[in-house]
């Protein structure tokens, strides 16, 4: 089988795996507070280009994102997302476990606008008894979105802007954040983001990493004690210099973007391929995840060879899949793929 299911099948990129080689029998110090994280550290703040930036570097997604919101809410507060977003479906229910409500807002194409989070701080705000529902307090968002789209400048500016009005933090989930800034069109980057957000962070699981991700906190409200509770919920690793390693070696000569945009070039080709056969898609994604409408007859058919993410039915006779590409896809397998969807 050839998966394009995700973007995490295969292990780590070789780099990665030789620096992690390379330095397995240095003795440093234990919990992150070695020298290669603190290399990693360095760099993450020259790439955000802001050395006051408080990065520390947890094992997953999920960990990381009911980490940082545990820390930033106060035990009556909640945190507004598209109802499509990671912490409402694909979690488990981890934010809500560690005490806080997720507040969905309704999205087509996986974002949030900046008058949604207006409207639903106004009407928490202006109902005669507040105190009786849960308190927004954070809004979170995702980019890429969990469909593949991304947010531009402009919206994330209106987001940041609403935000510092109502006193809200503002949170991006960067589980595939380099795919999302080498796609075409996108004019983010990572200290527009940096200075946008209140934090941020950089996924490495999806992107090269065997593990890890970098979360970057720019308000001073948030760093303080974070160490603790990432401690609290299983967070801190031990050999922590595992996660440093990853990262500096993956940023320190633009590796993490290289890899990031040859996932977005493939997944363009598999998109012209199906465009030019007439196939429709949920939403346009310019990242590594298209989410495509095709026959059950086909889908079935194109089964034999490649491992899809079902979606979701369409219609009798059409269904939704995901096909999604990776900074490890090999392009004879993309070619292989398109062939079959060519295919009558």
């Not at 202006?126 to 919206?155: A, F, L, R």
């Not at 030019?276 to 995840?289: G, K």
């Not at 993410?309 to 590409?325: F, G, L, M, P």
Request: with cysteine; hydrophobic share 35%.
């Amino acid at each position: 089988m050839i998966y394009f299911n995700c973007d995490y099948n295969e292990g780590a990129h070789q780099n990665v795996l030789d620096a992690i080689s390379d330095t397995n029998m240095v003795q440093s110090a234990g919990y992150g507070h070695d020298e290669y994280c603190e290399k990693a550290r360095r760099l993450i703040c020259d790439l955000c280009k802001n050395q006051e930036l408080y990065v520390q570097f947890l094992v997953g997604g999920t960990q990381t994102n009911l980490t940082l919101i545990a820390s930033a809410l106060r035990p009556h507060q909640g945190v507004l997302c598209a109802e499509s977003g990671h912490i409402n479906v694909h979690e488990t229910g981890a934010i809500e476990g560690c005490g806080h409500k997720v507040l969905t807002l309704p999205s087509a194409d996986g974002k949030i606008t900046s008058r949604q989070v207006e409207k639903a701080y106004q009407l928490h705000v202006e109902c005669d008894t507040p105190e009786h529902t849960v308190q927004p307090k954070m809004v979170y968002i995702s980019n890429p979105t969990e469909v593949g789209t991304i947010y531009s400048k402009k919206e994330l500016e209106d987001l940041a802007s609403v935000c510092k009005k109502y006193g809200l933090y503002l949170y991006m989930d960067g589980a595939r954040l380099g795919y999302g800034l080498m796609a075409k069109g996108n004019d983010l980057d990572l200290e527009s983001i940096a200075s946008l957000c209140d934090a941020f962070y950089i996924g490495g699981t999806k992107i090269g990493a065997l593990f890890g991700e970098a979360i970057v906190i720019s308000n001073p409200a948030l760093k303080e004690d974070f160490r603790y509770i990432i401690k609290q919920k299983g967070g801190l690793l031990a050999k922590g210099r595992l996660l440093g390693i990853q990262f500096y070696e993956l940023l320190k000569d633009g590796l993490y973007f290289q890899i990031s945009e040859h996932a977005d070039v493939m997944a363009e080709k598999i998109k012209d391929a199906l465009q030019t056969m007439d196939y429709s898609f949920l939403v346009d994604s310019p990242t590594n995840q298209l989410f495509v409408v095709m026959p059950d007859e086909k889908i079935a058919e194109l089964s034999h060879t490649y491992f899809f993410s079902y979606d979701h039915r369409v219609d009798e006779k059409n269904s939704c899949i995901r096909i999604c590409t990776s900074w490890a896809t090999k392009e004879e397998n993309v070619e292989r793929l398109i062939q079959d969807i060519c295919k009558e």
